[in-house]
């Protein structure tokens, strides 16, 4: 029925279910209870001010190339930049201009 009113965006039957389940114990809201598991050791404070800094000197640096830097994986260093730094790519599209003749 969910899938009728709401279209594919529905929330799934496992999913209400699930949540009928919390508040059927107790639970008043739908988010996930914290998880234990390894902390970030990427994202230090002192690795976002360092790759801030190397930004800042070169914007044209890749992150390839400050991953190598920081000995840090791609993935550490992409989620710096996007997240914590809430830098993004621009994409420059260069075309040629037409000239037209006055003859024409």
Do not use: Y
């Amino acid at each position: 029925m969910l899938v009728k009113v709401c279209g594919v965006d529905a929330v799934s039957k496992k999913c209400v279910f699930e949540w009928l389940k919390r508040f059927k114990d107790g639970k008043e809201h739908v988010k996930d209870e914290p998880r234990s598991g390894r902390p970030p050791t990427s994202t230090t404070p002192d690795n976002i001010e360092r790759e801030r800094r190397m930004l800042a000197d070169d914007r044209r640096l890749s992150l390839r190339m400050i991953a190598e830097e920081m000995k840090m994986r791609l993935d550490s260093v992409s989620n710096i930049i996007h997240e914590h730094l809430q830098k993004r790519k621009k994409k420059v599209c260069a075309f040629p201009t037409l000239h037209r003749s006055s003859n024409v």
